[in-house]
Each structure stands twice: as C-alpha cells, then as structure tokens.
C-alpha cells in the first residue's frame, strides 16, 4: 500500500529559529500534498494544499511567509517553519494524494514543541 | 467551504454495546465521506468511507450510513471493545483524491470494560 514517510517525528526548538518537516511518498507520487496542524485535542486544520511544481495554496488565517511550503517533485514536499514561536507548538501532519486508488495517505506527525 | 460539524464530543459505552456517532456536512458539492481513527500521537487511521453513490457500507463490527438528502452520516460500531477506546473523526471530501478533505470536530470514544 501507500507509505508517506514523515520526519522528524518529534523537534524541540528555540523560540525564533526554523524548523523543517519532510514528508515523502515512497511508492507512488504525491500529485497534491495537504499540510494539517492539529493542536491538543482538537481536530486536523488545513493549512495549505501544494500542488507539485506550483505555489501552495494556504487557508484563510495561515501566514504564507511563516509557514513555507515546497513541492519541487512528486515525491517530497517539505514545510518550514520560520521565526517559530510557543504557539506555533503542535502536531503537523501531512496527507498526500495521487488522485486515484490510494485516496489520501497520512505521514506519522511531527510534534513541534517551540521553547 | 465545507464545514463539518460531529456529535458527540465524548461518548462512553459499555463493552459490547454499539456506539453511534454523527456528522452533518454543508456542501452539497461533497462525495467522499471517511471516518478515522487516531490514537495518541499517531496519524489518523482510516476505518470506514463511503461515497455518495451508496447509502450504507459496512465491514465487520463497523458500519457508516449516509443520508445525502439531509446531508448527513454516521459511524456505527457493534459489539465494542476496549482497543475501540480511541478519537473518532468525520471528515468530507468533494472529489476523492484530490480535493481536501474537511475534518469535524472530533468524538472521544471510550469503551468502558
């Protein structure tokens, strides 16, 4: 089946630095790709959607120039988060898409604690 | 856009009674309508979808119904067992693959033994 591979798992950061999380599909390619944030109980927020070769598309609230998204291939997209602050702690997620068969396929989370 | 609205919140069942849980979208556009599990720190885990061309699926002890007239559906889960302890999400999609999917707000299950 689909395997998204999502690194890393957990990241501890100072407070004003930048942080990147991976994800890469291993078996098939990633058409579109869904970054989700996902505080403490609560439910998974869309936060922008990437196409691959083309600018993401953020949701409404989402701070494109903190929160950078890449798609350069079919296999890996990739979100930086820049200038990270305490309440940019939470669990990010990504979901990719291949338009067919496979439907949406989640990487594992990267829990970002922001110190 | 879609929104997704899920009750309940919480819900505690008895070991071996059914548990339901509902979710009533706004976008008539929506055709894809999948149900997760998620544990703690862990991805969510698809259980059960469905897609707008049928009414009901059901595999095992797990079951969705959908009503797109009412625009509505719900998770039904016989014979419940402690390892079904665990959050619950609706989510809705309007083209399977490639459109986003739209989460609810999320359904603690908890299974009491």
């Known amino acids: 089946g689909a395997v998204v591979s999502q690194h890393p798992s957990r990241v501890i950061c100072k407070s004003g630095t930048s942080v990147k999380i991976e994800c890469r599909s291993l078996?098939?390619?990633?058409?579109?790709m869904f970054w989700y944030r996902q505080f403490p109980k609560k439910s998974l927020m869309l936060m922008a959607t990437?196409?691959?070769?083309?600018?993401?598309?953020?949701e409404q609230g989402v701070e494109k120039d903190k929160f950078l998204i890449n798609h350069a291939s079919l296999t890996l997209s990739t979100l930086t988060v820049t200038s990270a602050h305490p309440e940019d702690s939470s669990f990010y997620i990504c979901?990719?898409?291949?338009?067919?068969?496979?439907?949406?396929?989640f990487g594992s989370g990267t829990r970002l604690t922001v110190v | 856009g879609e929104n997704v609205e899920q009750h309940p919140s919480t819900l505690s069942v008895q070991e071996g009674d059914s548990a339901v849980i509902k979710c009533t979208y706004s976008?008539?556009?929506?055709?894809?309508f999948p149900w997760y599990k998620q544990e703690l720190g862990k991805r969510p885990q698809l259980i059960i979808d469905?897609?707008?061309?049928?009414g009901e699926k059901k595999d095992q002890r797990i079951a969705v119904t959908l009503n797109k007239t009412a625009k509505h559906f719900s998770l039904h889960i016989t014979e419940t067992q402690p390892e079904d302890s665990a959050v619950y999400f609706c989510?809705?999609?309007?083209?399977?693959?490639?459109?986003?999917?739209?989460f609810g707000t999320g359904t603690r299950l908890t299974i009491i033994p």
């Open positions: 979901s990719a898409a291949e338009g067919g068969a496979y439907g949406y396929t």
């Open positions: 078996d098939f390619q990633a058409t579109t």
């Open positions: 990437s196409n691959e070769g083309s600018k993401a598309t953020y």
């Open positions: 976008d008539s556009a929506s055709n894809y």
């Open positions: 469905i897609r707008s061309n049928v």
């Open positions: 989510a809705a999609s309007a083209n399977f693959g490639n459109e986003k999917l739209t």
